[in-house]
């Protein structure tokens, strides 16, 4: 017998009757059955098309569903879910969804107890459902198949979306379609491919949507999506902080403590204070001191949780405090005595000292660094950090009582931050981003050769500065003018391709597994990552200008706010990994966790550079403006993060360069390492331009006693410019070259055609880069060229003989010796220009020479 349910009475009416009431949202659903078999027809009253409907009823206790026709069933206990086929998912306004209309077989032949459409009675009763979330999920499993559908419920397309969900313990997916997978503990992250990257509007993913293989059939346990909960329902907040209290105050001063919030749907990432209405402080911790109060003064204040979306709780129980009345005491306490470092590490600097009395009571300390107050804390301890690496710093401490009498310093203390490789030294190496074309060198190279395993810095070369927006570009792949000598050769160039959109295949990859192409993050960037993974003490930097460009830099320092706006930029997307969409790859975080900090590569502030580059006559001070906010941004997002970034840049050889454009002894408070150019000292280029018609050594440790030339270049006279401007010896590296640069008609001279006459660059390695040779092609492919070694002034040359080639390079003595040097001298290490020069001699003799 077939009979459609209808309850008689108006407090049962549950379902869609014959002739429905108009639904909030236009949609009814209609419930039959006939035996066992069920169906529900959806009808649109509306004026409108209406997608994205979901059907969620309860069962009486033991009833099971299966057998779902033209939708899926999922079932969590009585509460059973229908989510439509894709050709049904869209209801046209008059329409309904025969004969497409949702079937289903019943264990029983019962009725539901409750059902609603879109969050709203199916018969189109009551209040109507508050606004979809823009994108929702829902999640179906059949046996141990997985299945979320995307819904887009706007009115316009979404460009992009990211769906994270969690698994019970032990539960594993994998074998994903139509999306990417990757699983961290419980955790699990889908990342869509790029064809269903984007949703029409009021449309989903179907019938492409994400599907994966569980190692068990069960419901994931929480779900979100583009950082909201899948079911569109609001973020639950954080507890109420409670026992707001106050363990001390002074006349200036009230300390504040609360019990720890239990977490909502997020975790929670800190705590807001107001004093009264007004905001008072943010914290991470459940205490904090409020400061610059008025003497003997009512306060009342109140503590609100807060998530990682910074969804807020109500707010704690008001506590009034009144501050003390410093009439009441005027002695101060006793001055702090024996002022400690207990340790130290490249960032911080950890104190003790002995406490304080006074005849009403120690309130707390003022920790002071040099003349600026630095923190404030109750004890006797305290890490002070944000500090730079190999850095002198002095404190003293001053006690507070509790009527903010303060008393004399404390004894001085002198402390040295260590530097940021420990106890080594330092080997930092360019990998440049065209390699993987004509050299055929790529990030896997690096792990083969056993660079990897040697270095401790990556310098992935080079960003580009976008010429309209000044800001750092990304996301284009357009080539540099062939013209060196072009003063736009770099404008708007760079390569997403080979940073993220390129597949590698299992012979270019470092764990031997290729790309599909559907990655959103492929090509160099992902290598890297893999890289990292393989040896996890590599630090990779994104180097930021270079030679061909560093045309804007001016620019992007000239202002406060030209500043703020590019180093905001590069952080966003290279340290935050939010890279722009490139043939299907990119992303928001794509690419975070890559890039442990920023080399800059400005060549050079104040000075001639690269034709066409924009000169300042501010540029000195800019330059250090600009240092200064990578620095503070920097350290902005480590207090977010927990992780520090660190800052580097390549320095100038040149006493003129350095005078013109770098304020050394100011810098050094933000910066990491000084990357000293320690080659290049004499070239000729591609078009026969710099120095065409004499040879002379480009590396040479020691100023050469025959160099003929009005200034005299060499390794040493470079660094000591630096340790003369007071930068630390341990944040200096020395710029060693794994290639060489090269003369043709060469007369021998005396001195086997040092310092003689030529009649240019000689053949390069590539047909573009006329007088250049990476060191393992040039020893294997410029036939008779013998090797000499320049005792005095530590250089390394080749010569095929008169009238021939002249070859001015680094080699496994050369970097013997110079290592020996820096090693005496107390310097941080060496870094090298670039890593494809080398298969694996000269970076093992560097190896060698550094242990």
């Given at each position: 017998?077939?009979?459609?349910?209808?309850?008689?009475?108006?407090l049962?009416?549950?379902?869609a009757?014959?002739?429905?009431?108009?639904?909030?949202?236009?949609?009814t659903?209609?419930?039959s059955r006939?035996?066992?078999?069920?169906?529900?027809v959806?009808?649109?009253s509306?004026?409108?098309?209406?997608?994205?409907?979901?059907?969620?009823?309860?069962?009486?206790?033991?009833?099971?569903?299966?057998n779902?026709?033209?939708?899926?069933?999922?079932?969590?206990?009585n509460r059973?879910?229908?989510?439509?086929?894709?050709y049904?998912?869209?209801i046209?306004?008059?329409?309904?969804?025969?004969?497409?209309?949702?079937?289903?077989?019943?264990?029983s032949?019962?009725?539901?107890?409750?059902?609603?459409?879109?969050?709203?009675?199916?018969?189109?009763?009551?209040?109507?459902?508050?606004?979809?979330?823009?994108?929702?999920?829902?999640?179906?499993?059949?046996?141990?198949?997985?299945?979320?559908?995307?819904?887009?419920?706007t009115?316009?397309?979404?460009?992009?979306?990211?769906?994270?969900?969690?698994?019970p313990?032990?539960?594993?997916?994998?074998?994903?379609?139509?999306?990417t997978?990757?699983?961290?503990?419980?955790?699990?992250?889908?990342?869509?491919?790029?064809y269903?990257?984007?949703?029409r509007?009021?449309?989903?993913?179907?019938?492409?949507?994400?599907?994966?293989?569980?190692?068990?059939?069960?419901?994931?346990?929480?779900c979100?999506?583009?950082?909201?909960?899948?079911?569109?329902?609001?973020?639950?907040?954080?507890?109420?902080?409670?026992?707001?209290?106050?363990?001390?105050?002074t006349?200036?001063?009230?300390?504040?403590?609360?019990?720890?919030s239990?977490?909502?749907?997020?975790?929670?990432?800190?705590?807001?204070?107001?004093?009264?209405t007004?905001?008072?402080?943010?914290?991470?911790g459940t205490?904090?001191?409020?400061?610059?109060?008025?003497?003997?003064?009512?306060?009342?204040?109140?503590?609100?949780?807060?998530?990682?979306?910074?969804?807020?709780s109500?707010?704690?129980?008001?506590?009034?405090?009144?501050?003390?009345?410093?009439?009441?005491?005027?002695?101060?306490?006793?001055?702090?005595?024996?002022?400690?470092?207990t340790?130290?590490d490249?960032?911080?600097?950890t104190?003790?000292?002995?406490?304080a009395?006074?005849?009403?009571g120690?309130?707390?300390?003022d920790?002071?660094?040099?003349?600026t107050?630095?923190?404030?804390?109750?004890?006797?301890?305290?890490?002070?950090?944000?500090?730079?690496?190999?850095?002198?710093?002095?404190?003293t401490?001053?006690a507070?009582?509790?009527?903010?009498?303060?008393?004399?310093?404390s004894?001085?203390l002198?402390?040295?931050?260590?530097?940021?490789?420990g106890?080594?030294?330092?080997?930092?190496?360019?990998?440049?981003q065209?390699?993987?074309?004509?050299?055929?060198?790529?990030?896997?190279n690096?792990?083969?050769?056993?660079?990897?395993?040697?270095?401790?810095?990556?310098?992935?070369?080079?960003?580009?500065?976008?010429?309209?927006?000044?800001?750092?570009?990304?996301?284009v792949?357009?080539g540099?003018?062939?013209?060196?000598?072009?003063?736009?050769?770099?404008?708007g160039?760079?390569d997403?391709?080979a940073?993220?959109?390129r597949p590698?295949?299992?012979?270019?990859?470092?764990?031997?597994?290729g790309?599909?192409?559907?990655?959103?993050l492929r090509?160099?960037?992902?290598?890297?990552?893999?890289?990292?993974?393989?040896?996890?003490?590599?630090?990779?930097?994104?180097?930021?200008?270079?030679?061909?460009?560093s045309?804007y830099?001016?620019?992007?320092?000239?202002?406060?706010?030209s500043?703020?706006?590019?180093v905001?930029?590069?952080?966003?997307?290279?340290?935050?990994?939010n890279?722009?969409?490139?043939?299907g790859?990119?992303?928001?975080?794509?690419?975070?966790?890559?890039f442990?900090g920023?080399?800059?590569?400005w060549?050079?502030?104040?000075?001639?550079?690269?034709?066409?580059?924009?000169?300042?006559?501010?540029?000195?001070?800019?330059?250090?403006?600009?240092?200064?906010?990578?620095?503070?941004?920097?350290?902005?997002?480590?207090?977010?993060?927990?992780?520090?970034?660190?800052?580097?840049a390549f320095?100038?050889?040149?006493?003129?360069?350095?005078?013109?454009?770098?304020?050394?002894?100011?810098?050094?408070?933000?910066m990491?390492?000084?990357?000293?150019?320690?080659?290049?000292?004499?070239?000729?280029g591609?078009?026969?331009?710099?120095?065409?018609n004499?040879t002379?050594h480009?590396?040479?440790?020691?100023v050469d006693?025959?160099?003929?030339?009005?200034?005299?270049?060499?390794?040493e006279?470079?660094?000591?410019?630096?340790?003369?401007?007071g930068?630390h010896?341990r944040?200096?590296?020395?710029?060693?070259?794994?290639y060489?640069?090269?003369?043709q008609?060469?007369a021998?001279?005396?001195?086997?055609?040092?310092w003689?006459?030529a009649?240019?660059?000689?053949?390069?390695?590539?047909?573009?880069?006329?007088?250049t040779?990476?060191?393992?092609?040039?020893?294997?492919s410029?036939?008779?060229?013998?090797?000499?070694?320049?005792?005095?002034?530590?250089?390394?040359?080749?010569f095929?003989?008169?009238?021939?080639?002249?070859?001015?390079?680094?080699?496994?003595?050369s970097?013997?010796?110079k290592?020996?040097?820096?090693r005496?001298?107390?310097?941080?290490?060496?870094?090298?220009?670039?890593?494809?020069?080398?298969?694996?001699?000269?970076?093992?003799?560097?190896d060698?020479a550094?242990?």
């Open positions: 017998m077939r009979r459609t349910l209808v309850f008689l009475t108006a049962a009416t549950l379902f009757l014959a002739a429905p009431a108009e639904a909030g949202t236009g949609l659903a209609t419930f006939t035996g066992n078999q069920a169906t529900f959806v009808a649109n509306g004026s409108s098309a209406v997608s994205g409907w979901s059907i969620a009823f309860d069962l009486p206790a033991g009833v099971t569903v299966s779902a026709q033209h939708a899926t069933a999922s079932q969590d206990g059973v879910t229908l989510t439509p086929a894709h049904v998912s869209t046209q306004p008059g329409k309904d969804t025969g004969p497409y209309s949702p079937t289903l077989t019943l264990s032949a019962v009725d539901p107890t409750s059902c609603t459409i879109n969050g709203a009675n199916c018969d189109g009763s009551g209040d109507p459902p508050p606004p979809p979330a823009p994108v929702t999920a829902t999640f179906s499993l059949s046996g141990t198949t997985g299945k979320y559908v995307v819904n887009n419920n009115d316009a397309a979404i460009s992009d979306w990211s769906l994270v969900f969690t698994l313990s032990g539960v594993t997916a994998s074998n994903a379609q139509n999306a997978l990757t699983q961290n503990g419980t955790s699990v992250t889908l990342t869509p491919m790029f269903n990257k984007s949703i509007a009021r449309s989903s993913t179907e019938p492409y949507s994400p599907s994966f293989t569980l190692s068990r059939a069960v419901q994931p346990t929480t979100r999506v583009n950082n909201a909960n899948c079911d569109g329902s609001p973020d639950a907040p954080p507890s109420t902080p409670a026992n707001l209290r106050s363990p001390v105050k006349t200036k001063t009230v300390s504040l403590a609360w019990d720890a239990t977490p909502g749907s997020l975790p929670v990432a800190g705590y807001e204070v107001y004093n009264g007004a905001h008072a402080a943010s914290v991470t205490s904090t001191t409020i400061s610059g109060l008025t003497p003997n003064t009512a306060y009342t204040f109140t503590v609100k949780a807060k998530d990682t979306k910074g969804t807020l109500p707010a704690s129980a008001p506590l009034t405090v009144t501050t003390n009345n410093p009439a009441d005491d005027t002695q101060p306490p006793t001055a702090p005595s024996n002022l400690r470092s340790a130290v490249s960032t911080s600097v104190l003790a000292w002995n406490p009395t006074d005849n009403k120690v309130a707390g300390y920790i002071y660094l040099g003349s107050l630095r923190t404030t804390v109750a004890g006797t301890t305290a890490k002070v950090d944000g500090l730079s690496p190999s850095t002198d710093y002095t404190f401490v001053r507070r009582d509790l009527h903010d009498n303060v008393s004399e310093p004894n001085t002198s402390a040295r931050t260590s530097d940021i490789v106890n080594g030294y330092a080997r930092v190496g360019y990998f440049v065209w390699g993987i074309y004509g050299r055929q060198y790529f990030v896997r690096l792990d083969t050769t056993g660079a990897a395993a040697k270095l401790t810095h990556i310098n992935y070369a080079f960003g580009n500065i976008d010429p309209v927006n000044l800001t750092c570009l990304q996301g792949t357009k540099v003018s062939t013209n060196p000598q072009d003063p736009n050769q770099g404008d160039a760079g997403a391709e940073d993220y959109g590698m295949s299992a012979g270019q990859s470092v764990d031997g597994v790309d599909t192409g559907w990655e959103p090509g160099n960037f992902n290598q890297l990552r893999k890289l990292k993974a393989k040896h996890p003490h590599l630090k990779v930097l994104i180097s930021l200008g270079g030679w061909t460009f045309k830099f001016s620019d992007v320092a000239a202002t406060d706010a500043r703020k706006k590019f905001s930029s590069c952080i966003d997307i290279y340290i935050k990994g890279l722009p969409t490139y043939n790859a990119g992303g928001q975080g794509v690419a975070a966790g890559i442990d920023i080399d800059l590569d060549e050079w502030p104040g000075a001639e550079g690269h034709p066409g580059n924009h000169i300042g006559k501010d540029d000195k001070r800019n330059n250090t403006l600009l240092i200064e906010e990578f620095r503070r941004q920097l350290d902005a997002l480590t207090a977010t993060t927990g992780k520090r970034y660190q800052l580097t320095t100038p050889a040149d006493p003129a360069k350095i005078a013109a454009g770098w304020e050394l002894g100011r810098v050094a408070q933000s990491d390492i000084f990357n000293v150019q320690g080659y290049d000292f004499h070239g000729s591609s078009d026969n331009s710099w120095e065409p004499r002379g480009q590396g040479n440790l020691y006693k025959d160099d003929p030339y009005s200034f005299h270049f060499s390794v006279n470079a660094v000591n410019e630096y340790l003369r401007a930068v010896p944040k200096i590296t020395v710029g060693l070259a794994f060489g640069r090269g003369w008609g060469v021998a001279g005396d001195r086997n055609g040092e003689q006459s009649t240019g660059a000689a053949p390069g390695q590539f047909q573009e880069e006329a007088g040779r990476g060191y393992s092609n040039l020893i294997a410029v036939p008779g060229c013998t090797v000499h070694h320049d005792e005095q002034a530590v250089a390394t040359y080749c095929t003989g008169n009238g021939g080639q002249w070859w001015s390079f680094d080699d496994a003595w970097i013997q010796r290592s020996a040097w820096l005496g001298q107390g310097l941080l290490g060496a870094m090298i220009w670039e890593m494809s020069g080398d298969t694996g001699t000269l970076m093992t003799a560097l060698t550094l242990r």
